[in-house]
């Protein structure tokens, strides 16, 4: 199995709506960017975003949270892979880290045509 791809972000005033609450498109494209790099990480080559599952989003993220992001390829087609995505966030007042959102994605390797390219590794989460 490959390693999980962590990132962090702090969230900052313009990443907020007039709730003081992580806009919901910019947890989606934080989502989309781990996604992003754990595929290319597994691949070692372009890749594209085709597909995304349902988000949940199972609790606001604050003004000032440190949120990280963990993602992971869980599994492996001819081409594609399949992902997931949690969102942890971490109130800087609390010890504490709570899920706030989690997609699967989908993502696909292109070669250097920009079609679809077999993936060399395909083995590697047996």
């Known amino acids: 199995m490959k390693p999980k791809t962590r990132t962090v972000h702090l969230v900052r005033p313009p990443d907020c709506n007039h709730y003081g609450n992580l806009y919901g498109g910019t947890a989606m494209a934080w989502m989309d960017e781990a996604a992003f790099v754990a595929a290319t990480r597994y691949a070692r080559c372009k890749v594209v975003t085709v597909h995304t599952d349902a988000i949940d989003f199972h609790h606001p993220v604050p003004q000032g949270s440190i ?9 492996v087609g001819r081409s594609s892979m399949r992902l997931e995505v949690e969102m942890w966030v971490e109130p800087i007042d609390k010890e ?14 292109l070669g250097e045509d920009g079609r679809p390219k077999t993936i ?3 083995d590697a989460l047996a």
């Open 67 to 75: 949120v990280e992001l963990v993602a992971w390829v869980t599994s």
């Open 96 to 109: 504490e880290r709570i899920l706030a959102c989690r997609a699967g994605f989908v993502m696909v390797a």
């Open 120 to 122: 060399r590794d395909q």
